[in-house]
């Protein structure tokens, strides 16, 4: 789709400049998408398809739309150049239940173009994990992969999250996402108010050879904020809520108070 020229074009200029257009490798938003019909989602693209790079049909919530609804829904996200993609949990039941073939070949039928890779609930060894990510992109997918694990008791941390960040992009995985829920509270590098944790996030990104192989599952305006303060508005963040997009776009280029302040020096 062509772009349409913008309301306040060449009367103000983003604070914070230098936002990657679209189509682009850093600077990516995934949005979570809870069980959207085709009238929001069509209203959604309308408004934000040009900040939203990745539609995450969450969990397993693609299961209940009928095969007709969901092409469709797909068909629409394409012709809007956003990709979509069913959330890591399903391709999970699919690996537990071993249809995992069967899952692959529904998914192109359908037409989705990109999968997710994770093991945030069912255990995988890393010998395993790599092989369904290699499986995944032979068959034709790009894949993000998912590090970190629902349950915060049974989370990876420090050298193991790093080292598996590193085998998923050996194993051809185009980004990785770190782990952060729907609430992202007490799990991955958030505390349980929210808050990322200072020592864990600098000990994560001293030992990261690029960041922006990273996706940080971000769904709190705080975290959004501090991620775009600490990197620029070119940060991959994911689990964004729909009707957010607008907001965090703003907050990516400072014409939110949060960010606007950072250039008034």
Avoid: C
């Amino acid at each position: 789709m062509r772009e349409k020229k913008k309301a306040w074009a060449g009367i103000i200029d983003f604070p914070l400049a230098g936002r990657n257009s679209k189509p682009r490798e850093s600077g990516l938003t995934m949005v979570i998408d809870k069980g959207l019909g085709l009238k929001s989602t069509r209203d959604l693209l309308e408004v934000g398809s040009d900040y939203i790079d990745f539609l995450k049909l969450g969990f397993g919530t693609s299961a209940f739309y009928s095969e007709k609804f969901l092409e469709k829904k797909i068909a629409l996200a394409h012709s809007y150049n956003v990709d979509i993609y069913p959330g890591g949990t399903f391709l999970e039941v699919a690996i537990w239940q071993n249809k995992l073939d069967d899952y692959l070949a529904r998914a192109k039928e359908l037409g989705f173009t990109t999968l997710e890779v994770s093991d945030g609930t069912i255990p995988l060894d890393n010998k395993k994990r790599a092989k369904i990510i290699r499986q995944v992109v032979k068959a034709g997918f790009k894949v993000l992969t998912e590090v970190g694990k629902k349950d915060p008791g049974e989370e990876i941390e420090g050298e193991q999250r790093l080292a598996q960040i590193e085998q998923d992009l050996e194993e051809g995985a185009w980004k990785v996402i770190l782990e952060g829920r729907e609430s992202g509270k007490g799990i991955g590098i958030y505390d349980g108010n929210g808050r990322i944790k200072g020592d864990e996030f600098e000990e994560l990104l001293a030992g990261l050879r690029n960041q922006e192989v990273l996706i940080w599952e971000a769904p709190l305006k705080n975290q959004q904020q501090e991620l775009i303060l600490k990197f620029g508005p070119n940060v991959s963040l994911g689990n964004i809520q729909s009707n957010d997009i607008l907001a965090l776009e703003a907050l990516r280029v400072g014409l939110r108070g949060d960010t606007l302040k950072s250039t008034l020096k």
